[in-house]
Nanobody, 117 residues
Framework: QVQLVESGGGLVQPGGSLRLSCAAS????????MGWYRQAPGKQRDMVAT???????NYADPVKGRFTIPRDNAKNTVYLQMNSLKPEDAAVYYC???????????WGRGTQVTVSS
């Protein structure tokens, strides 16, 4: 069982920036594909960004050019750097880890991001 703990959410004004962090337990973090997803009230959970074990990122169209998803395998942590935030970015952001060898997936509990003036 992998535990994922998100942090860094909060209230930010439109145009501002936030950096989310997701710390994972265990010793084989480098073998997990990692991702960030978000869910706004009344909406489905959508992919925001993913990063492969080979460090290849993938972004949803609404965040391309504004968000990045670096990972630090030495710290068992993946980040979501969010710039130029918009009100429509407000949601609960969830961290996800996927271990393809065993086809296992884990979720964090989420962190709230509010974008409002």
């Amino acid at each position: 069982q992998v535990q994922l703990v998100e942090s860094g959410g909060g209230l930010v004004q439109p145009g501002g920036s936030l950096r989310l962090s997701c710390a994972a337990s265990g010793s084989i973090f480098r073998l997990y594909a990692m991702g960030w997803y978000r869910q706004a009230p009344g909406k489905q959970r959508d992919m925001v960004a993913t990063i492969s074990i080979g460090d290849s990122p993938n972004y949803a169209d609404p965040v391309k050019g504004r968000f990045t998803i670096p990972r630090d395998n030495a710290k068992n942590t993946v980040y979501l750097q969010m710039n130029s935030l918009k009100p429509e970015d407000a949601a609960v952001y969830y961290c996800n880890a996927y271990y393809s060898v065993a086809k296992l997936k884990w979720w964090g509990r989420g962190t709230q991001v509010t974008v409002s003036s």
